[in-house]
């Protein structure tokens, strides 16, 4: 069984930053990649960043480009999101998504609100 548990939102104000992590566990043989979505009141799930597993390398949607700087640590299967500058605009349930040998598994979410 695999677990995908996130951690880390809360309430921001604009302009404010927040970090959001992502821990992976379980019977996991190999991990592909490891990333964020996010989903606002009445709107469909959005792709936010991903990270590749080991290479590294990097995919941002086009809301998190320039503001949201995903990373990792390896040895931990831990994913991170740096979110600054953030905007009202960003306030959704974030979701990670951990694509692996075994399949896609998602955790449960944090909610991300951004207000004054």
């Known amino acids: 069984q695999v677990q995908v548990v996130e951690s880390g939102g809360g309430l921001v104000q604009p302009g404010g930053s927040l970090r959001l992590s992502c821990a992976a566990s379980g019977s996991i043989f190999r991990i592909n990649t490891m990333g964020w979505y996010r989903q606002a009141p009445g709107k469909e799930r959005e792709f936010v960043a991903t990270?590749?597993?080991?290479?590294?390398?990097?995919w941002y949607g086009n809301s998190a480009k320039g503001r949201f700087t995903i990373s990792r640590d390896f040895a931990k299967n831990t994913v991170y999101l740096q979110m600054n500058s953030l905007k009202p605009e960003d306030t959704a349930v974030y979701y990670c998504k951990l694509v692996h040998s075994g399949g896609d598994s998602w955790g449960q979410g944090t909610q991300v609100t951004v207000s004054s």
């Open positions: 990270i590749g597993w080991p290479g590294g390398s990097t």
